[in-house]
């Protein structure tokens, strides 16, 4: 039998035990209840809600019959995928999140109107399905600059497109067009096409408001 001193140590060690369990529960995030309570990846941020389809309008497009029939025959039964014509695009597929931003994409080459189907189901893409509302996400800025704000096409007075929205440090697709919203509502227009490789809407409002391009 044990003696009142070694059963008064047990619990005292037991005790110990547990508050270093609590203290280390606290301080590391981990939850006693398994993944329930650990932080996520905003969902919004990955989940697949819809789709955009770029592509030549001829060019590769003219060696690939079954992925033009898709285009020409399937695609309007899918409301929640777009097309854009980009000169000299290969055909490809990017999945969009719920902000519209890219999170993935692969190539039409080497499939037929069934597989494309198939791929399309694979990420939840459906016949039928509605096309999405996206919402703008929102970046943090700079002392200059809000965000980059797209543009359908190369002309940054096209219809916006809030998929290609960027953050002000983010460097600028070249296949993008849009505005610099710089601080005090100052808006700078950004084509596509040949321009500096490294663009950034942070470096683009500073040079402007600090009157460097001005000059």
């Known amino acids: 039998s044990y003696s009142f001193c070694t059963l008064l140590g047990n619990r005292m060690m037991k005790r110990v035990l547990i508050l270093l369990v609590l203290q280390y529960t ?3 995030g981990w939850s006693l209840f398994g993944d329930r309570d650990k932080p996520k990846k905003e969902e919004a941020d990955t989940k697949v809600v819809g789709a955009r389809i770029e592509t030549c309008r001829g060019c590769r497009l003219n060696y690939l019959p079954r992925v033009r029939a898709f285009i020409d ?13 980009i000169n000299g695009a290969p055909p490809e597929i990017l999945w969009l999140n719920t902000y ?25 893409v459906t016949k039928g399905m509605a096309a999405p509302r996206y919402t703008a996400k929102q970046y943090k ?7 980059f704000r797209g543009t359908e ?8 497109s809030i998929g290609m929205d960027r953050d002000c440090r983010e460097t600028v697709p070249q296949l993008s067009a849009g505005n610099c919203e710089c601080v005090g509502g100052l808006k700078l227009p950004v084509e596509c096409g040949e321009r500096n490789l490294e663009l950034t ?3 683009l409002c500073e ?8 000059e």
């Open 26 to 28: 606290l301080c590391s």
């Open 73 to 85: 025959y399937y695609l309007n039964q899918y409301p929640a995928v777009t097309i854009k014509y």
């Open 100 to 124: 519209g931003i890219e999170v993935g994409r692969d190539s039409l080459e080497p499939l037929n109107e069934k597989g494309i189907e198939k791929l399309l189901e694979s990420k939840g």
């Open 141 to 147: 800025g700079t002392d200059v600059c809000i965000a």
């Open 153 to 160: 096409d190369c002309n940054p007075k096209d219809v916006r």
């Open 201 to 203: 809407c942070e470096a």
């Open 207 to 214: 040079d402007v408001i600090h009157g460097d391009v001005m």
